[in-house]
């Protein structure tokens, strides 16, 4: 299968939709009202994308494969009814989570999701709304944060930090902290999606390569 073809297409596409970058101040409010409807729709996007190639999905060894027939990503896309672009990001993200496996220790496996094996993470949190764990799966990693974690995350942002460095200072050494993209909008745009969530706690998830989905618990 041709993993990669038209892929200086689908880094233009990711770049515009997710714009890659970090506001120095307050972004407008409709600015943010775009933000909380792409993620919206990236997260819909992403689960119904995980839905229906997690059947497809196998693990020899330490490693998954993709086993559904297909001469091209096209033609694999079409066959699971997901867009081409949506189809690319997971099928490279579950080649790079093969390679983190390779190159990085293993981490506790506590699940099967459809036959796709998880690791799971979870620390002791204050009394807090939501919860607070990481889930790591082939295509990436979901982390939930509760709503005190939500709002350090937040405070973090705005004042002009990172979002995997925020991440690692809440969930210390645990692996799925590195390799977390920018947000469009910081931490104005994570305050807004967990206020649309009446305040309960976020969900970011990363797939192994893309940008990272924020939407609320």
Known sequence: ?????????????????????????RPSAAYLREQIRRHGQAHTRLRQAVQ?????????????????????TSD?????????STFVILHRALKAGNHRVRTRPAVRESEFDGGALLSEFEWEAESCAGVSMVKSSWWGTRTWLNECDTKSLVAFLKGGGALGTGIC??????????????????????EA?????????????????GPPIVWHQ
Not at 76 to 84: I, N, V, Y
């Open 1 to 25: 299968m041709a993993l990669y073809e038209m892929e200086s297409e689908l880094e233009e596409e990711l770049a515009q939709e997710f714009e890659l970058r970090t506001p120095q101040a």
């Open 52 to 72: 229906a190639m997690k059947k497809h999905v196998v693990k020899r060894g330490q490693t998954y494969h993709f086993t559904l027939p297909a001469q091209t």
């Open 76 to 84: 694999a896309a079409s066959k699971l009814g997901l867009g081409h």
């Open 169 to 190: 200072a809440i969930i210390a050494k645990h692996p799925a902290c590195a390799g977390f993209g920018i947000i469009a909008g910081g931490g104005f745009a994570i």
């Open 193 to 209: 999606i967990d206020d649309l969530g009446s305040n309960n706690g976020i969900v970011i998830s990363q797939p192994w390569v």
